[in-house]
């Protein structure tokens, strides 16, 4: 009796002393069965018919109670998939179709339709149908498009970054093209520039074709802003107008950025991060390529970090949306700014995988133009695989992001 008693309080002094030191006693597993042995799930190999990369459209004026657009396709085709097609394309709450013959070669198929009717600007939903002319599986897709109308599109060609010319580049001159989005007969363009430390000067073009260049002479420039208008008109009728700004600040005590048509540029000397693989120079996607030997790895330390979604709690369910920011967000994003002014960073972060995200580019786009207003001097990054979707979004494109920081 006593040897039971002293076997049971050995066996309950050990439980607890298991106990104690984070230990728990456990049942050995029960052995699985050899006739119930796990399957293996074989992975998924299928591969998507057709898909759809990125859709831009363009628009050209109106017509019929919609906006005419030239839409730009990129479609991805399988191997199995490659051959010639049908191709329909049909925008939601339209019953006119636009209808092209297309050839698939396997891979990124680059196709341009040249007249298709979209019923409102902002999101339009639209379907994509091809059937195949070979008799094989006709494929639908179903993809949303952005659509804006800008009748003039004002490009600044020199200085060549941001409206700017940094210390050292010469600013004799202003040089530019507009680009004119309407077709009706009898248009006249007209392009001025005003300032106070030069004279005022204005050029007419009577009956533009689609692009028009324009130059003027800015060697009196001082240290200030002077602006540039394009308007377009019928007679005395104003018909569009927009305007941009062209600053030539003095040096800064921080590091100044700009982007030219090789690449970004720090304090007058050109650098290659080797996380950035593109970048936006004069409204076009350029990719960078990066010298081996003078790539330079990005850090912590060169980004000023504005992702939203980090910043403020309301932009999480903000920026999906096709609106602009709230007031508390610019607020956010201005404070964080402040303070990143007297620091040595090179780049504006905003965000990683929008795509992946559902970040609306109508949402960042604003964003992008605060912080440009803010600071001419950083450009902005977006981590993407889609520069085209989100070209007006950021100055520079890596993937995912510069540095493993946060998608947004």
Excluded: W
Excluded at 8 to 19: D, R
């Amino acid at each position: 009796m006593k040897k039971t008693v002293l076997y049971l309080i050995f066996l309950l002094a050990g439980s607890i002393a298991s106990a104690q030191s984070g230990l728990v006693p456990r049942r050995p597993a029960n052995p699985t069965p050899p006739e119930k042995k796990q399957e293996r799930i074989p992975k998924d190999t299928s591969v998507q018919d057709v898909s759809i990369q990125s859709a831009v459209a363009t628009v050209l004026g109106t017509g019929s109670g919609c906006y005419r657009a030239e839409l730009a396709l990129g479609l991805i085709a399988a191997p199995a998939f490659a051959g010639n097609y049908r191709l329909r394309v049909i925008p939601e709450n339209t019953g006119k179709p636009a209808e092209l013959q297309v050839k698939l070669e396997k891979g990124l198929n680059c196709v341009t339709v040249p007249d298709v009717l979209f019923p409102v600007l902002g999101k339009n939903n639209m379907r994509l149908e091809l059937s195949n002319e070979s008799g094989g599986k006709n494929i639908v897709l179903n993809d949303p498009v952005r659509i804006e109308y800008d009748p003039l599109k004002l490009t600044i060609l020199k200085p060549g970054y941001a409206g700017t010319f940094f210390p050292g580049q010469d600013f004799s001159r202003v040089e530019g093209e507009l680009a004119i989005r309407l077709t009706a007969e009898g248009l006249t363009a007209r392009v001025s520039i005003y300032g106070d430390s030069i004279p005022g000067e204005t050029l007419t073009f009577p009956s533009p074709g689609r692009t028009v260049k324009f130059s003027f002479d800015t060697a009196k420039l001082g240290f200030d802003t002077c602006t540039v208008t394009a308007e377009l008109l019928k007679g005395d009728l104003p018909i569009s107008k927009v305007q941009t700004e062209i600053t030539r600040p003095p040096a800064s005590c921080t590091k100044m950025v700009r982007l030219d048509s090789s690449g970004p540029v720090a304090d007058g000397k050109a650098i290659f991060p080797r996380n950035i693989h593109t970048f936006k120079y004069q409204n076009k996607l350029i990719a960078l390529e990066s010298p081996k030997k003078e790539g330079i790895e990005l850090k912590h330390s060169d980004l000023c970090v504005l992702a939203t979604a980090r910043l403020i709690k309301v932009a999480e369910d903000e920026a999906v949306k096709d609106v602009r920011p709230s007031q508390v967000v610019f607020e956010r994003i201005r404070r964080k700014i402040a303070e990143c002014k007297n620091k040595n960073f090179l780049f504006y972060y905003l965000c990683g995988n929008p795509e992946r995200h559902g970040l609306s580019p109508v949402y960042l786009r604003h964003v992008y133009k605060f912080i440009r207003e803010q600071d001419l001097f950083h450009p902005v990054i977006i981590g993407t695989g889609n520069a085209q979707e989100y070209m007006e979004c950021a100055d520079v494109f890596s993937f995912p992001s510069p540095v493993g920081l946060p998608e947004n």
